[in-house]
């Protein structure tokens, strides 16, 4: 890979409270890369993600946005340049769906300076892209879960930040509208913005990921470019779940294998 890294991590141990330290983690995202994080419930996936976006302090190493350490950043370059998707969402004030998505282009506003006509035409081009038009001026609280999940992605647009962090982008969306959101991911891919994601589907990530990153229950990690990551055995081990590969459109499919136990432990 040619190029500075987008995010690095620098012998990173994320702080999941109560647990021993995990091995450092030490890896770079480059512009056009999307890495994907895979690993059963609660092995700190999203943990990890608020750490990449400075938001939680790691217990060792540090995370660095274009060569610098993050922490030391000002927050408001690190704005401009991080876009967050994230489960928790702080959108339960009274809000139109614009005025939520104009958020976006607040990193480049100054102190007392009101959106442009511009940025409002990139809020509403960014919920035309998300399949929001026509929207733009329904309450925040009364979209369901999928519409809420393409508005928080419709704000990250209207940023365009040359980082995406997302914590299970396809969650609440129904088929069409996760594959219509991971098409938008490969395209900001093509853009060279570097992306890291959380998904609990390996088969998406197989298709459209460049780089997986297993999370083991352990705090054991491993890393690499997606084809190299199928190991059948490695894949079980992390989700402790016999798996039947296959083989789609010249993917590699991984399916649970069929009465292979389904206890909740
Ligand atoms: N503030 C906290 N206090 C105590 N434990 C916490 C706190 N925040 C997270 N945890 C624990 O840290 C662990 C990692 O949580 P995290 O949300 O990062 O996991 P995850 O891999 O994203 O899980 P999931 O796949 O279920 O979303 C979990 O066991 C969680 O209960």
Not at 35 to 49: F, H, M
Not at 109 to 136: I, K, N
Not at 144 to 150: A, D, F, P, T
Not at 230 to 246: I, M, S
Request: proline share 6%; hydrophobic share 40%.
């Amino acid at each position: 890979m040619t190029g500075s890294a987008c995010l690095s991590l620098r012998d990173l141990v994320v702080d999941i409270p109560g647990r021993a330290d995990s091995s450092p983690q030490d890896w770079n995202v480059f512009p056009g890369e999307c890495w994907a994080i895979l690993g059963p419930n609660g092995t700190g996936k999203t943990t990890l993600l608020h750490t990449l976006a400075g938001l939680k302090a790691p217990r060792a190493g540090e995370v660095q946005l274009f060569g610098q350490s993050i922490g030391q950043l000002p927050r408001r370059l690190v704005a401009r340049r991080l876009g967050l998707v994230f489960q928790q969402r702080q959108d339960e004030f009274p809000a139109t769906v614009l005025e939520l998505t104009l958020m976006g282009r607040h990193p480049y506003l100054s102190r007392w300076e009101v959106e442009s006509p511009r940025d409002v035409e990139l809020a509403r081009q960014a919920l035309a892209r998300v399949g929001l038009a026509g929207m733009e001026q329904r309450a925040v609280a009364t979209l369901s879960g999928g519409e809420r999940q393409r508005l928080a992605i419709a704000t990250v647009l209207a940023q365009d930040p040359a980082v995406w962090l997302l914590d299970e982008p396809t969650n609440h969306l129904d088929l069409h509208h996760q594959i219509a959101v991971l098409d938008l991911i490969r395209e900001k891919q093509r853009q060279r913005r570097g992306i890291v994601l959380t998904l609990h589907d390996v088969n998406l990530a197989v298709r459209y990921c460049s780089h997986l990153l297993l999370q083991y229950p352990d705090g054991q990690a491993c890393w690499g470019p997606t084809a190299g990551m199928l190991v059948p055995e490695a894949l079980e081990k992390l989700y402790n779940q016999p798996l039947t590969r296959g083989e789609i459109d010249g993917y590699p499919v991984f399916l649970p294998r069929l009465g292979s136990g389904t206890n909740l432990v």
